[in-house]
């Protein structure tokens, strides 16, 4: 049951980035929670293989590449996702630096 709370609110994480930039679109709650469930397995699985490609870079960066290469994976999961839609680089850094803000945020109010 956890795992449902969780879930139900990183996808209001995920509206509520919709609704606070202008570049991000989400057509309903059902979008909202598939990008969710695939943004997970995204950082599950892809991003780790990104992480490690890129060491260099995030170490001479002091890691701010990390930030970038949270927005690639924001972007990749709305170019796979119907219903979902970023419309620029710059849409998807700030959508996945709000998205986990307000996750946390909001995991840590309700757990």
């Known amino acids: 049951?956890?795992?449902?709370?969780?879930?139900?609110?990183?996808?209001?994480?995920?509206?509520?980035?919709?609704?606070?930039?202008?570049?991000?679109?989400?057509?309903?709650?059902?979008?909202?929670?598939?990008?969710?469930?695939?943004?997970?397995?995204?950082?599950?699985?892809i991003k780790p293989v990104l992480v490690f490609f890129t060491f260099p870079i995030t170490l001479f960066t002091l890691g701010f590449f990390i930030l970038i290469i949270n927005?690639?994976?924001?972007?990749?999961?709305?170019?796979?996702?119907?219903?979902?839609?970023?419309?620029?680089?710059?849409a998807a850094f700030m959508g996945a630096i709000i998205t986990s803000v307000v996750g946390w945020l909001l995991n840590v109010i309700f757990n």
């Open 71 to 90: 927005a690639i994976t924001f972007g990749l999961v709305a170019w796979l996702v119907p219903g979902f839609v970023v419309d620029s680089f710059g």
């Open 1 to 45: 049951m956890n795992w449902l709370l969780r879930l139900l609110l990183n996808s209001l994480a995920l509206v509520i980035a919709g609704y606070l930039i202008s570049g991000i679109h989400i057509n309903g709650l059902l979008p909202a929670i598939i990008a969710v469930l695939l943004l997970g397995f995204v950082n599950t699985f």
